[in-house]
């Protein structure tokens, strides 16, 4: 019993009631609980509006009761007529004799020291909530949650607006900011809702207004402002903020696109080229936005270069303009630094009008501890994990998403299914799968903490990227998912049934750096380092993988890609030349940043444009030729990419000779096709090489990267070669043909 009494004054207490004692029973007054609503109101600490303000109240205290800080006095106007609201404490204002206001819309006209400014009263609309299923299925999620421009119906009237909707769970009051209350952090309580979300809805505003969040802690302390996790949209200037925005307004012309017909994934030819949008080819006129400049630029740029799809680095807006977008705030929310959200879908609408596909480059593994963003958002660990061993990246000062908890899964798969859906884009490149997946990645021992096993996988994380996968392919059986892997993790590419994640591809990233290491080799010490062309290769024959030479191999004090090959001059760029002939010829899909396909000198930086002026250069411009050609082959070449993830489709020729330094082999589709791919990394020519190959027949030369288009020497090359009868341990025939030094030759069998 004594316990009973002490819940019951700690709840008195927490109400702010009065007790008195009448013949002998406690009374709780109504009039003290008012007080301790506006004392609550006027400090931003009431956390249920929705019980003492709007038309729901008491008959016997009023009909009506209104919260309008700084107004001197209040009316209420409903159809025809005006009717002064009482003062009733701090800034509150009742209206006590008056018809019902349950179902009739009204608004309010205040006086600010002689200014009137019409007004809406949000808490006259209490049916704001959604479906259980709505807030949790992530397909629906991004629908409901944040601000949802909406039409709700009072009386006779719709009412069109904003809703919003966040979570915080563990906050004791929200309070919703922007510029339509002056940014008073006062002036419009939040009501709790269920599963800890907070919510209100505000008439007549629309798309445009700039907004975010006041939250008090647990314990009702302050916190920093804080942006919605779920904005459509953001601004920059002169403050980061969140923006409504409605995502139905968009037309989109892709639908042939959209419709075609195309064959598994595996199967098709993949050329990605990698861009940082700001940084491709900045506009100098101020009223054309970024993202509309490079629809007019890019897309038909990419288009004619013959690559399939542009994969573009992180887009999700971030606050540091030093950065790349790869410590998020707004997950979804596309910067606003290069335009609008519609101008982002118009250039992706015209990259699939030109035939090219859109690979986004998505973060899910941080995010930035910006104090606006997601660090402490509601006052606790509520994203990131709180034991900074697994939850902090201490040398980045990152914060790592805690995904042992179900709101935050959900949160990351809806965000992903959010860009394919409102952005159409084609595929998603997930960044720093093995810093998500390995929990002593980039770590010291003291700096990790073991899993339940003793060991360092990551299972919540790879639960979470088996369920993306899952959810990806099946909403959308079109998409590429893109696993950025650097450790080489087992199973990241194999079926979620088969017990891998699921992605469709992972990056390669320690082949293409042992090769480059070939590569910044000189010729005369190349015979020692032949073994890093040839055992990655040989090791992952069969793999579903991507060669990826991307942003991270010309940055960070590696250099540019043609300042990482050997030699000077004429023997640089020849080296440049074979590299490229070889990469386009493995069995892997295929990736190289902007600027590689004519060979920029300078290491990349995000704050420069790349140097187009080398095209007018017969060097570049050869570079930027061999590129475009190398593309177009291997589009329209069958064996060089319908069988990239099966080991029947590539067969060494030669690669045990150290000494002539050329490398064989072939590739070949489930039909008839088969290409010879033949490269010399010596500086001899060889005018009689015998290469065995496993069918007779008539091979025609398809590419020289020695030929006088491509800024090459020109070394003679036969057109045709046929081939002879071999008695051998593994071929029984042979082609004998002329290389070039630093060439590659393509030969197809007709």
Partial sequence: MIFHLISLKSLIEFLGLRVKYVGGLRIVTKQDKDVRAYQQLSTGSFSDPFSFLGPAIDKDQGILRVWVPGAESVYLLVEQERVELEHESYSGFILKQYAPLNEQYYRLAADFSGCEQILDDPYQFHNIYAEYDELHDPKEMYRHMGAQPMTLTRGDECISGVRF??????????????????????????????????????????????????????????????????????????HFLSVTFDHSGYQ???????????????????????????????????????????????????????????????LAEWVDDTGVGQCPVSFFAPTSRYGSPDEFKHFIDCCHQANIGVILAWVAGHFTPHEQGLVEFDGTTLYHHPDPRIGQDQDCHLYFFDYSREHIRRYLVANALFWLEQFHVDGLRVDGVASMLCLDDSRSHEQ??????????????????????????????????????????QGVSEPTFMGGLGFNFHWQVDWVRSSLHFMAALCTEREESLIDMIEPLTSLIGEHSIYPICHDEIAYGRGSLLNQMAGEGKDKLANYRVYFGYVYGLPTKKMHFMGC??????????????????????AHQGLDILVSDLNKLYRSQAALHELDCDPSGFQWLANEDRHELILAYSRQSSGDDYVLVICNFSMHYYSESQIGVAYEGVYQLLLNTDAACYHGDQGLVSESVESTYMSGEHFNHSVTVSIPPLSCLYYRLI
Avoid at 170 to 185: I, K, P, R, T, Y
Avoid at 452 to 473: C, M, P, Q, T
Avoid at 597 to 618: T, V
Wanted: aromatic content about 12%.
């Fill in 448 to 489: 990790w903490q073991h899993n339940i096993d003793g060991g360092n996988r990551n299972y919540d994380a790879s639960a979470l990227l088996k369920w993306l996968n899952e959810e990806v392919h099946k909403c959308y059986p079109r998409a590429i998912t893109i696993a950025e892997d650097i450790r080489m993790l």
């Fill in 252 to 314: 989109w012309e892709d639908e042939a696109w959209q419709t075609r017909e195309i064959e598994p994934i595996c199967k098709q030819a993949i050329s990605v080229y990698e861009v940082h949008l700001g940084s491709w080819m900045p506009t100098q006129d101020e009223s054309i936005s970024v993202y509309r400049h490079l629809a007019d630029t890019l897309a038909p740029y990419v288009a004619e270069m013959g690559y399939t799809h542009i994969e573009i680095m992180p």
């Fill in 597 to 618: 396909e004519f060979g920029q000198n300078d290491e990349w930086c995000p704050s420069k444009a790349m140097p187009w002026q080398l095209c007018n250069s017969e």
């Fill in 165 to 238: 909707l966040v979570l915080a769970p563990h906050a004791s009051a929200c309070s919703l900011v922007g510029d339509f209350n002056q940014w008073d952090d006062l002036s419009l309580p939040m009501q709790r809702l269920d599963y800890g979300i907070w919510g209100l809805f505000l008439p007549n505003i629309s798309a445009g207004e700039k907004y975010g969040f006041q939250l008090k802690g647990p314990r009702g302390e302050r916190l920093p402002f804080k942006v919605d996790p779920w904005s459509f949209h953001a601004s920059l200037s002169p």
